[in-house]
């Protein structure tokens, strides 16, 4: 099945400071989403982005479809913002959503 | 409404008990899931409804048992569960069938099985 691998494992940030985190698929995909996942659980779905490039507030994202990548950008970055980011996608040929390990963000006041 | 509601948020039980989680959406979604999250992992897909038929089952053992009533109520039945079931259960919905195939979770459920 199609592999998901995100970067970094853990991110560090004061608040303020920009980040960028990466999704790489190993496989053609049609469906890509990122999710935040709270400290609390709740799992909040940030973009639906298969392809191009979408902006909501401070955070955004880009996925490049032919080189299997999608970047998510979080400027300015709050303590609301801590928690894990999960990249998920859906290969062409499969039906099901493959979640990536997450990125766990920390920003400190 | 742009919510999926989930009861209880708690729930401890034990080995021989038979205890159901409820999953609620009113935003017209007509595929629904059941995940299983344990600590610092991502979630495991377990069912998938879809226009209130089971389409998928990941070999989920059976003391789980999936029910949907219609299409905007998922309930997961359980009964026999062991210690290592306990985990975060999240229920899932989406439109399907159009171009944006967002994925909207509720809160979940936090079991322990004791």
């Known amino acids: 099945g199609i592999q998901v691998e995100q970067s970094p494992p853990d991110l560090i940030l004061q608040e303020g400071a920009n980040s960028t985190l990466r999704c790489n698929f190993s496989?053609?995909?049609?469906?890509l989403q990122w999710f935040h996942q709270n400290p609390w659980g709740q799992l909040i779905n940030l973009f639906y982005?298969?392809?191009g490039t979408k902006q909501n507030g401070r955070l955004s994202a880009t996925t490049v479809a032919t080189e299997r990548y999608s970047l998510l950008y979080i400027s300015s970055s709050q303590t609301t913002d801590s928690g894990v980011y999960f990249c998920?996608?859906?290969?062409?040929?499969?039906?099901?959503?493959?979640f990536g390990e997450g990125t766990q963000l920390t920003v400190n006041p | 409404d742009t919510e999926v509601t989930q009861t209880p948020k708690h729930l401890v039980m034990g080995m021989t008990n038979k205890k159901s989680l409820k999953c609620e959406q009113h935003?017209?979604?007509?595929?629904m899931y059941w995940y299983k999250q344990k600590a610092k992992k991502p979630p495991e897909l377990m069912f998938v409804y879809s226009y209130e038929k089971l389409s998928i089952n990941e070999s989920v053992p059976s003391r789980f048992s999936p029910e949907c009533p219609n299409s905007s109520l998922l309930n997961l039945h359980l009964h026999a569960l062991q210690p290592e079931d306990s985990a975060l259960y999240l229920c899932?919905?989406?439109?399907?069938?159009?171009?944006?195939?967002?994925?909207?979770f509720g809160s979940g459920t936090q079991l322990s099985v004791l």
């Open positions: 496989d053609s995909v049609n469906n």
């Open positions: 899932a919905s989406r439109l399907f069938g159009s171009k944006d195939e967002k994925l909207f």
């Open positions: 998920a996608v859906v290969g062409t040929s499969g039906s099901r959503l493959t």
């Open positions: 935003m017209g979604h007509r595929a």
């Open positions: 982005i298969p392809s």
